[in-house]
């Protein structure tokens, strides 16, 4: 089945810096990857997506990039602030099946 | 539009007894999945229910079960709760079976001792 390996787990940036934040996947027929942001006490919150026809998608601080070649793609968030602290989730869509595979988290933290 | 939402928030049982967890969708939403959420295992795929119907199911005994209602509601049943069984258990939901976008509730945090 799918797996989806995520990396680093733990990441501490300066405020105003870059943080990325990179996955890689087994299934090649695999086409929508999902981010998702978990703070504490809340659940999972979508907040970017790219699908395997496109390379790159932006939305204001965050992008993300696809290789699928290389079977792996990154979150890139720019100008951190400290509300970018929190646990977030790569994960891909299993092509056989309706559910999504999750990554197993980086924990981002946001020094002042 | 309302977000989805999970109840109870918080649960406390005994180990051997058994629990159900309630989750009531996105309006307009009829897909909602399952998931359980651990420190060891991350989060892991529970299982899927669209028009009533479990449509996938991950790879859990079968004191998990769930169900779905014909206004989308959905509930989950363990048995026999295990001490393992302690997670936040999260509930999504999409538009349809064949929709990507999935949208979590808060969880509800259950604890076996």
């Known amino acids: 089945g799918e797996n989806v390996e995520q990396h680093p787990s733990t990441l501490s940036v300066q405020e105003g810096d870059s943080a990325v934040i990179k996955c890689t996947y087994s299934d090649s027929a695999s086409n929508y990857f999902p981010w998702y942001k978990q703070e504490l006490g809340k659940g999972p919150q979508l907040i970017i997506d790219i699908r395997s026809n496109v390379g790159e998608k932006k939305d204001q601080r965050i992008a993300v990039t696809l290789n699928k070649t290389a079977k792996h793609f990154s979150l890139h968030i720019t100008e951190t602030q400290p509300e970018d602290s929190a646990v977030y989730f790569c994960?891909?869509?299993?092509?056989?099946?309706?559910?999504?595979?999750f990554g197993s988290g980086t924990r981002l933290s946001i020094r002042p | 539009k309302a977000g989805v939402t999970q109840t109870p928030r918080y649960l406390i049982k005994t180990r051997g007894q058994q629990v159900t967890l309630s989750c009531s969708p996105i309006?307009?939403?009829?897909?909602v999945s399952w998931y359980q959420q651990t420190p060891g295992q991350g989060l892991q795929f529970l299982f899927e229910?669209?028009?009533?119907?479990?449509?996938n199911k991950g790879n859990f005994p079968g004191r998990f079960s769930g169900r779905q209602f014909s206004n989308s509601r959905s509930e989950m049943n363990v048995s026999t709760l295990e001490l393992g069984d302690s997670a936040l258990y999260l509930c999504?939901?999409?538009?349809?079976?064949?929709?990507?976008?999935?949208?979590f509730g808060p969880g509800t945090r259950l604890t076996v001792t």
């Open positions: 994960a891909t869509k299993d092509s056989s099946a309706s559910k999504i595979i």
């Open positions: 309006s307009g939403h009829r897909s």
């Open positions: 229910y669209f028009s009533e119907t479990q449509r």
């Open positions: 999504a939901s999409k538009t349809s079976g064949s929709s990507y976008e999935q949208y």
